[in-house]
């Protein structure tokens, strides 16, 4: 038997985090396949380690389709793995990245006419993001930890 009191618990929709960076962990991994067309991919929970968010969610997921393997490399790279270890085949169980840290980027997307976040960039921990804004175009930053 589950008792809970649900008193004063709303059931209106969690505002998203807001624009911005933040130092996370990854908290979940698991492997999935899509329901339209059955294909494999990661999804990853990251919790927010901090400040005044300390303990949201924000979720990305990774494709294990061959043409999209670049998205998961960055991200195993942002955790931390070498591009040594990255290079050929590889295999790895995607539990061995929980507690990792990284930092994350999160943007806002419209959908079904809702705004909800959305995991925008994957930095490593060490990434000095203070200052820059989630507006911002750092596309040329985001290579720079993954050379």
């Not at 005044?52 to 990774?62: E, L």
């Not at 294990?64 to 295999?91: C, N, V, Y």
């Amino acid at each position: 038997m589950v008792k809970v009191n649900l008193k004063g618990v709303s059931v209106d929709d969690i505002e998203p985090l807001a624009r911005g960076f933040y130092p996370v962990r990854v908290s979940a991994c698991v492997q999935k396949k899509s329901k339209e067309k059955n294909k494999p991919y990661l999804e990853w929970q990251f919790t927010v380690r901090e400040g005044d968010h300390k303990g949201r969610k924000a979720w990305t997921n990774t494709s294990l389709q061959p043409q999209a393997l670049f998205a998961l490399k960055r991200l195993l790279l942002a955790l931390g793995s070498s591009k040594e270890d990255l290079d050929g085949e590889i295999e790895f169980e995607p539990v061995d990245y929980i507690d990792a840290e990284c930092v994350i980027k999160i943007d806002h997307r419209e959908y079904e006419g809702k705004v909800q976040q959305n995991v925008a960039g994957v930095y490593p921990a060490d990434f000095d993001y203070e200052g820059a804004d989630a507006g911002d175009d750092l596309s040329e930053l985001e290579d720079i930890p993954f050379e």
